[in-house]
C-alpha cells in the first residue's frame, strides 16, 4: 500500500470510508512517522500513541457498521494551547508544571464528535507569545523546508503555531488544530508551504483554549489543502454557551466554496501593504496572485487602508494589556508548579519568575505598564481608537471589494537567532497578519511558490467578517494556479 | 515616554515576577525599546472615535440563573501543588 501519510485528509477520510485501509492502519503509519522524524523536529512534545489506536478501533468498529462521523478514523494533531482532558496541557510553559484538564476544549471535542483521533500534543511558543517557536518551554520546532545552499542551517516552522505547521508539513498528522492571536496560524501555515486559515472572531469557542488575549485569539486549522482546510474548519468551528463571544450563527458549508471560482469577484489591492525593505520576489509573487485571479475572471481594484502601519503597535499594547490580566491565574496555588519562597508575595513572584520564559515575562511587563493608573489613556485607551481606525478602514474597502489579497508574511522562514537579538525585529513578522485580528476577520494562507533559497512563500486572502466563503473561493483559485507541490526533503 | 530602572522594578512588583537586580538594566533597554516603537500610536487622529471593545458587534448572550456544574471537588484539586482535606493548602496569607 503507498504511504498512508502522504494523503490529503479529504482522501484519508474517503479510504476510511471505502475500507481501502483501517484506522488502526493509517493510525499506525503516523505512529511510525513521528517515531522517525520528530526527534529531529521536535514537533510533538507529547505522543498519545495508546489513546491514538484506541480511538483507532472505535473508528474502525464504526466504520465496519457503516456508521462514522466526517472524520471517522483520521488522525490529527493538536496544538497544545487546547485542553484535552486528563492529558498533559501546558501551553508549552514551564509554569503550568504537568497539568492534565479535566475538561477537554469545545473545539477539539468538536473533533472527537465527528470520529478524529488524537496523535498528540504540537509544540508552540509558551503561550502562543512568538513567532518563531523560539519561545517554548521545550525547545524550538524546525522546518522540515531547507535553503538551497547546501549550508543546512536549521530554520523556524515560524510560531507560535510551529508543531501544527511542521507536524502536517512533514506528513506527522492529516491536518492540525492551531490558533491565531497575531498570525500564529498564517505565518508558519506560509513558512512551511502549509495551507492555514484565521476564521472571523468568535466562530470557534475559545472554551478550553488557554487564554492569550481574549479579544484577538481565534483557532483555526493548518492543512496541506485548501478544500482540508474547509472541512477542518467546519468542524472546529460551532455555537458555545460556554464562551460568551462565541457567535451563535449556523457554520456554512465551506467545502463547496473551494472549487466555486472567483469570476466576478472584486478583489481588493492594499497599496500599505507595499512595505519598505520587502524582498522584490515577494512584491513579484504578489503580483502573480493579481494575474491568477485575473485570468479566473476576477476585477482586481486598488485600494487603501491608511492605519496599517499603526496595526502592530496596537497590537503590542492591546495583547499584552490582555495577557498580563488573563496570565495573573498563574499563582501556583491550584494548579501548575509552586516554587515557595518566604512569604506568600515572594512564591507569587518567584513561582512566577522561574515559570514564565524570558518573553512573555517581557510581555506581561508590558501589559502591567501600559494599564498602570496614568498611563491608561495614553497607551490602552488609545491603542482601543486606533483599532476602531483600522477596522474602519476595512469596513470602508469592503464596501468597494469582496476580499482583500495579499503577501502572508514579509520574508521565507529565517533560522534559529537570526531575529532573537531584537524584539521589534520579531514583531515585524506579524505586519501583514495582525490586521485581520485586529478588525476581527477571517483570512487564509495559501501557499504560492518557492523563493530563491527554496523556500515557501505564502498568498494572504482577507475577508469581510463572516465571509469565510470568499477566502475559500480564492484561496481555492490561488491554490489551482500555483500548483504548488513543492515537498521538504527529510 | 521611557521608563526607568525604578520604574521597571515596579511594574515586575505589579506583574508578581520577581526581577533579579542585574536583569533590571536590561529589562529596562528591552521595554524602552518596545515602547518607543509603540510611542508612534499617538500620531493617529482618534478625535471622536470610540474605543473598540469588541472584534464582532454582539450583546451579551444571558441563560437562566440555575446551576449547571458542580460537585467535583476532585476535579478542581487534581492539579492542586498541594491539597489537603478537600482545600487548597497556601502560605500563610493573614499574620
Keep these: ?490 | 515616554m521611557s521608563v526607568d530602572k525604578d520604574t521597571v522594578r515596579k511594574v515586575a512588583r505589579l506583574s508578581r515576577i520577581k526581577l533579579p537586580e542585574e536583569r533590571v538594566e536590561p529589562m529596562t533597554e528591552e521595554l524602552n525599546s518596545i515602547l518607543g516603537w509603540i510611542e508612534q500610536l499617538a500620531e493617529v487622529d482618534v478625535e471622536g472615535i470610540e474605543p473598540m471593545t469588541s472584534a464582532v458587534e454582539l450583546s451579551m448572550p444571558m441563560r437562566e440563573d440555575v446551576v449547571t456544574d458542580g460537585n467535583i471537588q476532585d476535579k478542581i484539586l487534581a492539579n492542586a501543588p498541594r491539597s489537603e482535606d478537600g482545600f487548597f493548602v497556601v502560605p500563610k496569607v493573614v499574620e
Excluded at chain 1, 480511538?55 to 464504526?62: E, F, L, P, V
Excluded at chain 1, 531584537?422 to 485580528?437: K, S
Excluded at chain 1, 465571509?467 to 480564492?474: H, L, P, R, Y
Design chain 1, 1 to 490: 500500500m503507498s504511504d498512508l501519510t502522504k494523503l490529503t485528509l479529504k482522501a484519508a477520510v474517503d479510504g476510511l470510508k471505502n475500507k481501502d485501509f483501517s484506522s488502526r492502519e493509517i493510525t499506525q503509519a503516523f505512529l511510525d512517522r513521528i517515531e522517525t522524524v520528530n526527534k529531529d523536529l521536535n514537533a510533538y512534545i507529547v505522543v498519545t500513541g495508546e489513546k491514538a489506536l484506541g480511538m483507532a478501533d472505535q473508528s474502525d468498529a464504526r466504520i465496519a457498521k457503516g456508521e462514522g462521523g466526517r472524520l471517522e478514523g483520521a488522525p490529527l494533531g493538536i496544538k497544545d494551547l487546547f485542553c484535552t482532558q486528563g492529558i498533559k496541557s501546558t501551553a508549552c510553559s514551564a509554569i503550568l508544571g504537568d497539568f492534565a484538564p479535566p475538561y477537554e476544549s469545545t473545539v477539539t471535542q468538536n473533533l472527537w464528535d465527528q470520529g478524529a483521533v488524537m496523535l498528540g500534543k504540537l509544540n508552540m511558543d509558551e503561550f502562543a507569545m512568538g513567532s518563531s517557536n523560539e519561545t517554548s518551554h521545550y525547545g524550538p520546532v524546525v522546518n522540515p523546508w531547507k535553503r538551497n545552499d547546501g549550508a543546512n542551517t536549521k530554520l523556524t516552522p515560524g510560531g507560535s503555531s510551529g508543531g501544527s505547521a511542521t507536524a502536517v508539513a512533514s506528513d506527522m498528522c492529516l491536518a492540525a488544530t492551531a490558533s491565531d492571536t497575531g498570525g500564529s496560524i498564517r505565518q508558519p501555515a506560509a513558512f512551511t508551504g502549509m495551507v492555514g486559515i484565521k476564521p472571523t472572531y468568535g466562530r470557534a469557542s475559545r472554551y478550553g483554549m488557554i487564554a492569550f488575549a481574549s479579544s484577538l485569539d481565534q483557532a483555526g486549522p493548518i492543512a496541506k489543502t485548501v478544500e482540508d482546510a474547509a472541512l477542518m474548519t467546519e468542524i472546529m468551528c460551532s455555537a458555545d454557551d460556554k464562551d460568551s463571544t462565541s457567535l451563535h450563527i449556523p457554520v456554512p458549508n465551506w467545502t463547496k466554496d473551494v472549487g466555486a471560482g472567483v469570476k466576478g469577484m472584486k478583489i481588493g489591492v492594499p497599496r500599505e501593504y507595499r512595505v519598505d525593505g520587502m524582498p522584490a520576489e515577494i512584491e513579484k509573487l504578489w503580483e502573480q496572485g493579481v494575474a491568477w485571479l485575473k485570468e479566473a475572471g476576477a476585477e482586481i481594484v486598488d485600494v487603501s487602508l491608511p492605519h496599517t502601519k499603526y496595526a502592530l503597535p496596537a497590537y503590542y499594547i492591546v495583547a499584552p494589556a490582555e495577557a498580563s490580566s488573563n496570565l495573573a491565574r498563574y499563582d501556583g496555588m491550584r494548579y501548575g508548579d509552586r516554587h515557595t519562597s518566604g512569604d506568600l508575595i515572594e512564591t507569587y513572584e518567584t513561582t512566577r519568575a522561574d515559570g514564565f520564559g524570558t518573553e512573555v515575562q517581557r510581555r506581561l511587563m508590558i501589559g502591567a505598564y501600559v494599564l498602570s493608573a496614568g498611563y491608561y489613556d495614553a497607551y490602552y485607551l488609545q491603542a482601543q481608537k486606533v483599532r476602531k481606525r483600522i477596522a474602519m478602514d476595512f469596513d470602508e474597502v469592503f464596501s468597494t471589494c469582496d476580499a482583500l489579497l495579499t503577501p502572508t508574511c514579509p520574508s521565507a522562514a529565517f533560522g534559529f537567532g537570526e531575529k532573537a537579538g531584537n524584539p521589534v525585529e520579531m514583531y515585524l513578522n506579524d505586519i501583514f497578519t495582525v490586521t485581520a485580528n485586529l478588525a476581527g476577520l477571517p483570512a487564509i494562507s495559501v501557499p504560492a511558490a518557492l523563493d530563491t533559497q527554496g523556500l515557501p512563500l505564502g498568498l494572504q486572502v482577507i475577508g469581510k467578517a463572516l465571509d469565510e466563503a470568499s477566502c475559500f473561493k480564492v484561496g481555492g483559485v490561488l491554490e489551482k494556479a500555483a500548483a504548488f507541490s513543492h515537498k521538504p526533503t527529510l
